[in-house]
Every structure is written in structure tokens, then in C-alpha cells.
């Protein structure tokens, strides 16, 4: 493996803190790497921007590929730039599903968004194999933080795992939706939408309005029976038109009226509370992971058992304890 | 923690090979212990019944709840058994989602099927936190296998998750749904339907059998818009009633032509192969995390950073690192 040329800490600390792009760039480049001496450098980095960081919104956006996502944080953050915000935006790739979606595919992607200076857009690298690709989004969000930016918006592909990741560290949860056919294939679970905090139909413009108003008719019906948050905040169903930037005004009120409700019943940060929790616990599971499957001797000698694996000729249980052991025994010898 | 009374290893093995019932759900108890006793004992007893496994067909079914998947199992099992085959059913229980579902709650459930001999019936328990749930889940299937079951049908609710670990485990991958309204909250994920060999439309019965009919060719052209399967398998859209145990003896008659022709073809082998490598990294994941998780010294440790941890005084990541090398200092000496 080929090791970049890194910066000093006090670098990285020094140049995200002035809220320069080049090293916030690279300091989140640094917490994706999985070099175990990148790594380590990275906490230490981590830990000097931490005090700084925390001072965002912070809203997670899902929905299935085709919903409208890129066009909707095109126009949401232009009014967001426009208010005086500055924006991150962070791309979660839900590497090893099948069917990932194309958010990193599309280059073209948010284009008027990306040449702007007051928004950041940093997608996630795709192929990230050993879990720790939410963990990496939320220190880049913290970096972003760090950085200036006060509203981070977060987005996941609706195929199932990324979003648990992400409702994990976001403070507000938005699921894009469209009105009308082909609802049983938008394929959204009743699990994603339990845990958005706001439901919006996109799409609403042209012959599609009566039918956005419609959906949304339906979908705050059957909100209803779902059982109350313990916030107390009821999820919102609203309409909006991403490309025609109809209803994206009322989508950030509704977002700020979160904040400033969360704020005063303690929920924003007891939330942040339980988020920095798992948070640890993530990373623990990172760390062990990766230490594993980068350790040499764990590596070689798993090529030698993959054929009796394989075969059936050997329990998996019991050579995934060898492999353990022979782990343990050999930690700092790698 | 109280210490369950163990039999020693070849009262597990002999029981399990004979087909005694006591003994293979004690096994399976033993399996699911998170207790290093019980795990260390676990190895030796899956050890020793490996070669006598793989002998069934192996099934998952998914559907969200509601969708009739408790009737389904009863009445198609009921033919399988009473064509001559020895069923075995597992449920996986979706622990830490919050929508998990009904799996267990209902001890009602397959009443007629829980009480033939030829069948056996035995879901996984709630709340298993770390991981580990679908990796026992797969060896209850095998300790099933061992003890001469044929046919093993493995449930899980369509929340997400879960499904990507059945998956893993089984060579034919189900799918119920039903037709007509509310199937925007009906909720089954693409990622889940690419992932199934067969859907099922079912309570084709009364006056929706119209809607069966029509969601049946809707789904059919639906997944004809999904890449091909390497298998050469085209996925299978049928409706059934499986409360008036109608279409039923013909999805039977599909699983069979779909085994006939990938035992041929060698995909049967192929993806068994891939998932006994799954098997070895998901056992190593589950051992990292028992192992660290329940380590006394860590455990004490842990509680003490905690408060520091939720309140942002601490960085998550040094202390995962903190915690990570504790654990490996000590690793003998809990």
C-alpha cells in the first residue's frame, strides 16, 4: 500500500479551524484512510477539532434513487446559502448492498451547488468494505463543523442499512418521497419511515400536484398510527417541487421550528448524548475489525484455511477462534 | 450470570445425530449462549455435527407483518410434512430495530404446525444485542440439518436488516406480499426484492383475488427491470392463499425445480461456498465482540469514561482506542 504524504497534526487542527477546503479535504481524506498509522494520526486530529465541533444542524436525507435527491439539495441549500448558511453536504455509499444507487456515480451531480463557495460537497468513497463507513461520515461531519459550517446535510440511498447509520448521527431525519405508481417498488420500509422526523413529497409540480396532495393526505394518515416520538415532535408531511423550488422555504421553517423546540426540551442534546455513545461503540467494532483483517499474520493464515472453509471440510466457528487467538497472541507483532 | 447445567460434548453430538428433540434444542440454547463456557463447548458440538450437515433445502421467507407469513408457514409446512419431509422452521428476530415486529410475541402462533412430530419449531431470542443473532441462527439451522431435518424454512420480519443475513444462510430466498392498497407502507425495500427468488402475493383469496391477479403481472414486469441473476434463475411471481391453502403445492413444486436445477448447474454448491467464507467473518466479528464487550476490566473502564463520553468532553475515538489496547493488554486476565 502506497502512504500519501501527510500533514503535521497542529496542521490539519490549524487549517480546518480557519475553515481552509484544501485541509478540511484532506483531514477527511486522513479519517477514511485505513492505514493504521493514518488512523492514528487522525485521532489525534479528531481530538483537537472536537471541542470546536457540535454548533451545526445536522439533517440526514434519504430516499430511493430517482426520488429527486441531488436536484433537492441543490435547491434546499441554495436557499440555505442564500440565508447566510454554510453548508457541508456528505454522501453515505452504502458499499456492499447490491443495488447501491448512484450517488456517487453521477460526476454532474449538484453542479451549481459544488462551484459554490459557501457549500462544501464531499461524497463518501465508495467500496468501503469493513463496516466504519458511517463512523468516517461522522467524523467528517465533525471536521465540517469544526470548520464553520452550520447545517450538515447528510445523504443516504433508502436501501435499508445506511439510514440507521444515518439517523444515528443527525439531528433531524428527512425521507424524500414521490406521489402516485410504483409506490410498492419505491420500496421505502416501515422502519425508515418511522424514524423520519419529516416526510416530503417531491415532485409535487405540474399534472403530478393533485397527486402529491393526495399522497400527502395518506401518509399523514398513516403517520398517525405510529406511535408518538418521545420528543413530542409529530412528523411533518409536506410537499415541495425540488426543481421548480416550491414548498423548500417551509422545509427549512419546519427544520428550524424542530431546532428550536428540541433545544428548550433538552431532546437536542440528549439525543447528542446517546449519538456520542454509539458513536464509541462504532468505532470500537472499527478499530477491532480493522486491526484484524489488516493484521499479516491473520491474513496468511486465513489464505491457507479459505479452501477447507470453503469446502465444508472445516467448522468456520472453529477456525474463526484459531484465527482469533492466533490475533490476540500475536497483536503487537505486526 | 447463573451457569446453566451443560451435557458433555458427545451427549450433544449422539442427541443431535439421532434426532432427539431435548437434546437439539438444548443445543441450540448452548449455541446461543453468550456465556465463553458455553461458546468454547458450542465450537466443539458444531465441530462435531458439521459432517453430517447440509442436507436440506434451506428457505427464507420475509414479509412485513401482517402479511400472513405465520399462516403461510403452517399450511405449506403442513404439506411438507405430509408429503414426508422432516421441517424444521427458525426464526430470526430483528433485536435492536425499532419496529421488530411480532415474531415471538405470539405464542398462538402455528398451533397445528408446533404440534406435529414431523415438524420443529424454534425461534431465536429477543434482545440478543451484539450481532451474533443471525450467525446462531445459522448454526440452529445446521444442528437442524444434523438431526435429519430436510426441509429448513427460516423466518424473518421485512424490516431490513435481517434479510441480508437470511440471505446469507439460505439457498432460496422467499418473499411475501400482498396486493392493493397501502402498499407504500407495506414497505419492502428494492434491495429486498432483487435479493428474493421468489415473490408471493398472497391472500389471493375472496374478493382480492382480482387484485392478486393484477399485482401479480405488476410485479412480474417490475422485475423484469432487475439485472439478471448469475444463477440463471429468473425470480418467480405467484399468488397463493395460504389460509385457504391454495397455490401452495405449486410453490413447492418451484423450490424443487429450482433445486434440480441449481444442483445441476453447481450454483447451489457455488453460493453455499461463499456463504461458509460469510460464516467465518461474521463468527470472527461476533468472537471480537463478546469477547471485548463483556471483558471485566474493559466493562469497568468503560463506565467510568461514559459520562465524558455522552457529555463531548471526551473524543469517542481516542477512548475506543483507549479501550481497544486495554483490552488487548489484558486479554488473558479476565
Request: charged share 25%; with cysteine; hydrophobic share 40%.
Amino acid at each position: 500500500m502506497k502512504k500519501k504524504s501527510r500533514l503535521p497534526v497542529e496542521d490539519y487542527i490549524d487549517g480546518v479551524l480557519k475553515g481552509d477546503r484544501m485541509v478540511l479535504s484532506r483531514a477527511i481524506t486522513l479519517v477514511e484512510s485505513s492505514l493504521p498509522s493514518d488512523q492514528m494520526l487522525a485521532e489525534k486530529v479528531m481530538e483537537g477539532i472536537l471541542p470546536y465541533s457540535g454548533k451545526s444542524i445536522r439533517i440526514g436525507i434519504t430516499g430511493v434513487p430517482g426520488v429527486g435527491k441531488s436536484t433537492f439539495i441543490e435547491n434546499f441549500g441554495k436557499i440555505l446559502v442564500e440565508r447566510g448558511h454554510q453548508l457541508a453536504v456528505l454522501a453515505i455509499d452504502p458499499s456492499s448492498q447490491k443495488s447501491g444507487g448512484s450517488i456517487l456515480g453521477d460526476k454532474t451531480r449538484m453542479e451549481a451547488l459544488s462551484s459554490d463557495k459557501r457549500a462544501y460537497i464531499r461524497p463518501s468513497p465508495a467500496g468501503a468494505a469493513l463496516g466504519g463507513v458511517s463512523a468516517r461520515t461522522r467524523e467528517a461531519m465533525l471536521l465540517c463543523e469544526a470548520a464553520g459550517f452550520d447545517v450538515v446535510l447528510i445523504e443516504t440511498v433508502g436501501v435499508g442499512q445506511s439510514e440507521t447509520a444515518v439517523k444515528g448521527m443527525v439531528d433531524f431525519f428527512l425521507l424524500l418521497m414521490l406521489a402516485g405508481a410504483g409506490d410498492e417498488l419505491q420500496g421505502i420500509k416501515k422502519g425508515i419511515i418511522e424514524m423520519c422526523d419529516a416526510l416530503i413529497i417531491n415532485k409535487a409540480d405540474g399534472s403530478n400536484v393533485e397527486a402529491a396532495k393526495r399522497a400527502k393526505r395518506e401518509y399523514a394518515n398513516a403517520l398517525h398510527l405510529f406511535p408518538a416520538k418521545e420528543n413530542g415532535w409529530i412528523p411533518q408531511v409536506k410537499t415541495c417541487s425540488a426543481i421548480e423550488k416550491s414548498g423548500l422555504e417551509e422545509i427549512w421553517t419546519m427544520i428550524d421550528d424542530f431546532r428550536d423546540k428540541m433545544t428548550k426540551n433538552g431532546f437536542l442534546e440528549s439525543n447528542r448524548q446517546e449519538q456520542r455513545v454509539n458513536w464509541l461503540q462504532e468505532h470500537i467494532r472499527y478499530l477491532m475489525e480493522s486491526s484484524f483483517f489488516h493484521h499479516s499474520q491473520v491474513k496468511k493464515r486465513m489464505e491457507e484455511l479459505l479452501p477447507g472453509i470453503k469446502s465444508g471440510k472445516f467448522s468456520a466457528i472453529a477456525k474463526a477462534r484459531e484465527l482469533f487467538d492466533l490475533f490476540l497472541k500475536n497483536r503487537g507483532n505486526d
